[in-house]
């Protein structure tokens, strides 16, 4: 994986030449942009077969100049058109500018979510538990299985994240017995 802030061309290009080597399987990259077309030079870069969209906001605005920039970049559409027709985009349910793009895409795609009842995710949270130091929640998938997690983050963010790496870990064959473990 890429190391924390290293989310630019610089920061990614690094890790490709400095840390990955034949006996990785999977490479996992943040990406970061500050202009349109910035998503799309690090996908020509890594070539992603699963892509994840967390969640966008107006945050970074007055970079980009124009929602339509943003939503390109940081919004993900770079990303969906960079992904091969037999990728996978993910999305989080929770957020109107991914639902958005869920809607315009014509790739595969999955989306997670805090509230099941919003949309028809693929995977959901429920019986959502938080302490000061850790979160609790029961994760439950169309398939009809669930598993309960416990993660020691704070916050309902990081239930959101923790759903994508699990709907991800389990695109990729691992149990949510396995990824509990893991978690």
């Known amino acids: 994986k890429t190391k924390e802030h290293q989310n630019s061309e ?83 349910g929770d957020n109107k500018y991914c639902l958005d793009l869920y809607k315009k895409t014509n790739k595969p795609k999955k989306t997670y979510s805090l509230n099941r009842e919003k949309i028809n995710s ?8 938080f302490d000061r130091d850790s979160v609790s929640f029961v994760t439950a998938d169309k398939r009809k299985e669930s598993f309960r997690f416990k993660a020691n983050v704070p916050g309902k963010q990081n239930i959101q994240n923790l759903l994508a790496a699990i ?3 389990g695109e990729l064959g691992i149990g949510f017995a396995e990824i509990s473990r893991a978690v």
């Open 10 to 92: 610089m920061g990614i290009a690094k890790c490709i030449l400095k840390n990955l080597n034949e006996n990785h399987e999977i490479f996992v990259v943040e990406m970061g942009s500050y202009k349109k077309g910035g998503i799309r030079l690090l996908c020509d870069m890594v070539k992603p077969q699963i892509g994840i969209v967390t969640g966008v906001n107006e945050q970074h605005l007055s970079l980009f100049g124009s929602l339509e920039n943003l939503l390109s970049a940081e919004g993900g559409q770079e990303l969906a058109k960079a992904l091969p027709e037999s990728g996978l985009l993910v999305l989080n």
């Open 167 to 169: 709907l991800v870990a």
């Open 122 to 129: 693929d995977i959901w949270a429920e019986d959502i538990h």
